[in-house]
Structure formats: structure tokens, C-alpha cells
């Protein structure tokens, strides 16, 4: 099937422990904020690529794709009540979720300073420019976690489908870009395995704005491996975490 082809092709040898990984059982840590409140369970390489953002109190944050709203729930334990924290998703059905997520996993404090809404991530570019300190971009992939584990997905699974998505992740890239403040930080981050997903688009943005330069993220978790732009951490060797693939970008004032 062309899914194992592909990925054969990108992991070589790599690839038969890494596929088995993939089928098993993840590694989520729970996140609870106070008593009384609902438990939200998160894989601990999605918390990591959320807290690379290094949100402080006091900043405006924008997590640009944020439904089912995990990450979410982390910038609001980080902001803790101070600045602004504006939740978007596209999607009137994922938003609801969120909506859910934030009134009952939150405490009120915190939940303030939130503002869900339901733009088009390719718009904030246009529309807010140069609004926000610190941006979360994690963006529509392939999922092939999810892709692997369901049979009618793995179905309709094709390159140009990686392609297609490369693509768009590119386009919200620069419009979370030119949504920075200078001196702002962008964490781009996807669940992706394929590089075309990951470090090409980030390379591409680096190429098309140069304003932008490359952190590199600090303390990984076990068995996360450095790519050349950023971190993939992926569960053959970080014991079930991921796949997450994360890069952190700042704007140069
Ligand atoms: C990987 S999921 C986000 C997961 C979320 N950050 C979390 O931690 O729960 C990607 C999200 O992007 C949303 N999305 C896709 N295209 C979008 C666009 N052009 N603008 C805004 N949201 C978009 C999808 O509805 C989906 O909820």
C-alpha cells in the first residue's frame, strides 16, 4: 500500500520498529487544574511543543489551530490569567469541543482572558499584523497516527495529499509570521512524519522571510531526535510519545 511505501522510502531501516510504535499505546499525561475540574489527557510531546513557546504572563498569544484545544490548556497554565490568549479554529464542530474543553477544564481566573473564534488562520497575516508576542501553529497534517489506525483513512491516504498539505501548512506559516510582533516567537508544530510537512516548510518560510531566524529548542524529552530546523520526537524511541515535530522561530526587531 502506497502509506507503507512512502514511508519505508523516508525511514529505511528505521521504519519496521517505528510502524509497530505507531499501533501501540501512546504516552498522555493529564492535565488538571483545580479540583472540581475535568481531567484533559495530552500527549507529553504535545505539552512539550507548547511549552517551547515559553509563554510568559502578560503575553498576547495567538494559538492559531486550536481545537480540540490541548495546547490551549497549556498557554492558559502558563498565562495564568495575565494578557490575552485568543483560541481560533475554522472548524464550527472542533470549536465547540474547545468551547467545552476551556469552560470545564479551566479555572475561571484564567478563563478570562480567552477568546475563541472561528477565522481563517490564512487571514491573520492580513488582518492583525504584527499583534501578537508569542504564536502557536499547529497545523492541519497528515496525522498518521490516526491515519494508521483507521482503516478508512489509510484508504484515501496519497502523497499528494502530503503535497497538498505542505502547501497550506506553508501559507499559515507566513501568515502566523506577519502576525509577529517584532521580536515575537512562532512555534510551528505538526503530527506529522513526513520531513515535506516539517522542516521543508520551515526552511521555506526562513527563505521567503528573512526577518525570521531559527531557536533552538532546549531540554527534550528522552528519545527526541534534532532535525535540522527543529525537534521530532517519535514513539520507536521516545517510549510511545509523538509523533510531534516541533520548530521555534523569533522575528528580529
Ligand atoms: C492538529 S489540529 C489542532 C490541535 C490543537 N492544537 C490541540 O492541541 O488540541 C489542527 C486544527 O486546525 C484546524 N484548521 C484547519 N485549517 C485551518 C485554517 N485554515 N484556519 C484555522 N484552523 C484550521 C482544524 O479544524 C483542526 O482543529
Known amino acids: 500500500m502506497e502509506f507503507f511505501d512512502y514511508y519505508e522510502k523516508l525511514f529505511g531501516n528505521r521504519w519496521s520498529a517505528l510502524l509497530e510504535s505507531l499501533k501501540g499505546e501512546g504516552r498522555a499525561v ?23 513557546l515559553d509563554v510568559q504572563p502578560g503575553d498576547e498569544v495567538l494559538d492559531m489551530c486550536a481545537a480540540p484545544g490541548g495546547k490551549t490548556l497549556v498557554i492558559a497554565s502558563l498565562l495564568k490569567g495575565k494578557g490575552s490568549l485568543q483560541s481560533n479554529d475554522r472548524s464550527p464542530e472542533r470549536r465547540l469541543r474547545l468551547q467545552h474543553v476551556i469552560e470545564n477544564s479551566l479555572p475561571e481566573t484564567w478563563r478570562g482572558i480567552i477568546k475563541v473564534t472561528g477565522y481563517d488562520g490564512m487571514k491573520f497575516g492580513l488582518h492583525k499584523k504584527e499583534c501578537f508576542d508569542k504564536i502557536l501553529l499547529d497545523a492541519p497534517c497528515s496525522s498518521d497516527r490516526h491515519v494508521l489506525n483507521s482503516p478508512s483513512h489509510l484508504e484515501v491516504w496519497s502523497a499528494k495529499r502530503v503535497k497538498r498539505l505542505s502547501v ?9 509570521v506577519d502576525a509577529l510582533k517584532p521580536g515575537g516567537t512562532v512555534v510551528y508544530g505538526t503530527c506529522a512524519l513526513s520531513p515535506m510537512e516539517n522542516d521543508d516548510v520551515v526552511k521555506k518560510i526562513l527563505k521567503k522571510r528573512p526577518s525570521m531566524k531559527m531557536v533552538e529548542i532546549g531540554d527534550l524529552l528522552p528519545g527526541a531526535d534534532r532535525t535540522e530546523f527543529g525537534v521530532h520526537i517519535l514513539p520507536d524511541r521516545s517510549e510511545g510519545r509523538g509523533p510531534i515535530y516541533c520548530a521555534k522561530l523569533v522575528k528580529m526587531v
Open 30 to 52: 493529564e492535565l488538571r487544574f483545580g479540583d472540581g475540574l475535568e481531567p484533559y489527557y495530552l500527549d507529553e510531546a504535545s505539552v512539550f511543543a507548547a511549552k517551547a
Open 168 to 176: 497550506e501548512q506553508g501559507a499559515l506559516l507566513a501568515s502566523a
